[in-house]
């Protein structure tokens, strides 16, 4: 991670080239660095560069080491021909007709049953056809400053000036949206909470039919995830019925998983694929703040009133081949941790009553550590999946220094996971957890970029944080053909999901329409520090 130091004189030069004077360093002490410490720290960074492209070398030559063997045996195969008869072989052909018939129609068969089975066996690819982020009306805003005035009615002075030092420091900006805000606490709480989920709904769904031109009578699979909200009818009855979907449709409705319910959606999503063929498959995935948000005292409790904010985003997922040519992404990999097994992770993110009996959502204290577990154990089995085989090498070799020839001083590997990705999803759970895995995975601020600034602009939107993320990248025109994205959320039980894409085509900034398009060149903002 950038150390402070160097954050403040890049901050100081940005003001300056944006015509604000530089302030004055007189009225502060400067640290002088000696003669000698500026040579070390200069050879220090000699060498971190030679080591930087030592390793993109090795990357390079192992990512085609099979093009270097391939290439010089093609080439001596092709001299050994050029110096045959064409007469010479096809003398060659008619005796193996003439004298090896049925031996030559059984080789054939048996190429033919095995290249059956294999295009009958391998998985449908899964496509996304397009997305669509809820925006919220502007009526719908709110500044922190908002927040605290309608919950501090009801809460302790305490626990008041305990959320506005937490709403400080989490990375949400003043323009976030909120619909229980307009009358904190709502005196109908779940009717409140259903015309809020059909706001997010209809936005999300009505602006991916729109974008996608697709029939709703084709879409044969329906999932919904929201975790603290379950009406019956379902939410997924409720699509149903407002788009007139086919009697035939499978729907899915996902409760209680967390803010890696969006993932874990996409991979049911992708199951279901595998079994229908020719079909789409709708995902809406969303929060109602409205029924989740707490009017006590408890302050492991307040946290969700700090950092959640309403969103939501549909997604249209295809296994049709004759859609790769119009779809945006292609589902590569999902893959699903779950550390529920442990005590610790079940009951680090839990739904109770406080001592008033008001209801709201406890967050543990071992929650950065339980997530830093979670995190270490998805990517132990996702990094063989999409790591470069220089990466791979890597760390087995520190791997077997350390654990067989007891290497003490040989620092365990972190691979470089910005081999094996261009973009990053991060779930924006809050800064805390955007600093601790920028740090883990050492990633620059530009790939945190869109998480922090989905953070700031729309807050902790739950599930849906990792397409508002996901968006911003395409409204930066970032996303290239052949690029890879990494989604990555976390949520209650305790859990760690991934999604990888690989986008199928460039993203034309000018034609695409998201919550971002009208203010992209707003972003992104330095995000003050208090």
């Known amino acids: ?87 010479d072989m096809l003398q060659i052909c008619n005796y193996h007709l003439q004298y090896n018939v049925l031996r030559v129609i059984a080789c054939t068969s048996f190429m033919a049953v095995l290249a059956t089975v294999y295009f009958m066996s391998r998985p449908r690819r899964v496509y996304l056809v397009d997305f669509a982020c809820y925006k919220p009306d502007p009526s719908l805003l709110c500044s922190r400053d908002m927040v605290m005035e309608k919950v501090s009615t009801i809460l302790s002075e305490e626990s008041a000036a305990f959320m506005k030092k937490v709403m400080d420091r989490s990375g949400l900006g003043d323009r976030t949206y ?74 899915c409705n996902l409760g209680g998983m967390g803010c890696s319910a969006g993932l874990i959606s996409v991979d049911l999503a992708k199951r279901l694929l595998q079994m229908q063929p020719n079909t789409y498959a709708l995902v809406m995935s969303l929060e109602c703040m409205t029924h989740n948000y707490y ?87 996702l990094g063989p999946l999409v790591l470069p085989m220089s990466e791979q090498l890597l760390f087995f070799i520190t791997l077997v220094a350390r654990k067989v020839f007891k290497m003490k001083a040989v620092k365990p590997y972190v691979p470089d996971f910005m081999l094996a990705f261009e973009h990053f999803c991060i779930h924006a759970g809050g800064r805390g957890v955007l600093d601790e895995l920028e740090k883990n995975l050492k990633l620059t601020e530009w790939h945190m970029e869109p998480s922090r600034m989905s953070l700031y602009r729309f807050g902790n939107t739950s599930s849906s944080s990792v397409w508002y993320e996901l968006a911003y990248s395409e409204a930066k025109g970032r996303i290239k053909k052949g690029h890879r994205v990494w989604q990555i959320a976390f949520g209650s039980g305790f859990k760690c999901n991934s999604g990888v894409w690989r986008a199928l085509k460039n993203i034309d900034p000018s034609k695409e329409k998201n919550p971002w398009t009208d203010e992209i060149d707003q972003f992104p903002v330095v995000v003050p520090i208090n």
């Not at 070390?40 to 990357?59: D, E, M, P, Q, T």
């Not at 729109?210 to 379902?234: C, E, M, Q, Y």
């Open 1 to 87: 991670m950038i150390s402070s130091s160097f954050t403040h004189s890049l901050h100081t030069a940005n003001m300056a080239g944006k015509g604000n004077p530089i302030p004055d360093t007189k009225s502060s002490p400067v640290h002088v660095l000696s003669e000698e410490k500026v040579d070390k720290n200069h050879a220090n960074y000699r060498s971190s560069i030679r080591l930087k492209y030592v390793k993109l070398g090795c990357h390079y030559l192992m990512s085609n080491a099979m093009y270097l063997l391939t290439i010089p045996l093609l080439a001596a195969a092709a001299a050994n021909l050029s110096m045959t008869h064409i007469e």
């Open 178 to 251: 909120a619909a229980a805000l307009r009358d904190f606490p709502p005196k109908f709480r779940f009717d409140c909470a259903r015309k809020e989920a059909e706001m997010i709904i209809f936005g999300s769904i009505d602006d991916l039919l729109a974008k996608t031109r697709v029939k709703v009578r084709d879409i044969g699979i329906l999932i919904v995830n929201v975790s603290a909200f379950s009406p019956t009818p379902s939410l997924a009855s409720m699509i149903i019925n407002r788009y007139k979907l086919r009697g035939d449709v499978v729907s």
């Open 295 to 381: 009017a006590g005292n408890d302050r492991s409790k307040l946290l969700t009133n700090c950092i959640f904010r309403m969103g939501g985003a549909a997604v249209l997922l295809s296994n049709r081949f004759r859609d790769s040519w119009k779809s945006k992404y292609e589902l590569i990999h999902t893959l699903r941790t779950h550390k529920g097994a442990d005590d610790r992770a079940y009951k680090c993110v839990f739904q109770e009553e406080d001592a008033e009996g008001n209801v709201g959502v406890s967050l543990s204290k071992d929650l950065m550590s339980i997530a830093g577990e979670a995190l270490q154990a998805n990517i132990t089995t």
